[in-house]
């Protein structure tokens, strides 16, 4: 849990919080996403486009780890890379960033 946001006294809070990052996860939920078979390939998903939203500085997560997964997504997609924060993107202007490209991606599947 200590690489979940890179601001410790943002740490220390989500620490104390046991619905949050103090609460324990049991080892079976961890092996289930683990095993866990998709319905489709990434490949074959086109059903909807996609937005990744990755913090820029994850030090849980590298953002290679998931253009792996994104990469071969079939559908429209779009990436952004958020600055200056960590996996739980809270820290400034990450999290600002999130905000603004979840609203534009909003607005241009709606068209």
């Known amino acids: ?3 979940l946001v890179n601001d410790k006294s943002i740490l220390k809070v989500l620490l104390k919080d046991r619905r949050c ?3 324990n996860v049991e080892i079976g939920f961890l092996l289930s996403m683990m095993e866990s ?3 489709k390939e990434p490949e074959q998903f ?3 486009p996609v937005l990744l939203v990755h913090p820029g500085d994850d030090k849980w997560t590298p953002t290679f780890i998931s253009e792996l997964f994104f990469d071969r ?3 429209n997609k779009c990436k952004v890379i958020l ?3 960590g996996h ?3 820290e400034s202007p990450g999290k600002e960033m999130m905000e603004e490209e979840i609203k534009k991606f ?3 599947i709606n068209v």
């Open 37 to 39: 078979i998709p319905k």
């Open 83 to 85: 600055e200056n924060c």
């Open 21 to 23: 990052a103090g609460n």
């Open 73 to 75: 997504i079939g559908a």
């Open 1 to 3: 849990m200590n690489s």
């Open 46 to 48: 086109t059903d909807m």
């Open 88 to 90: 739980f993107p809270i």
């Open 106 to 108: 909003i607005n241009l």
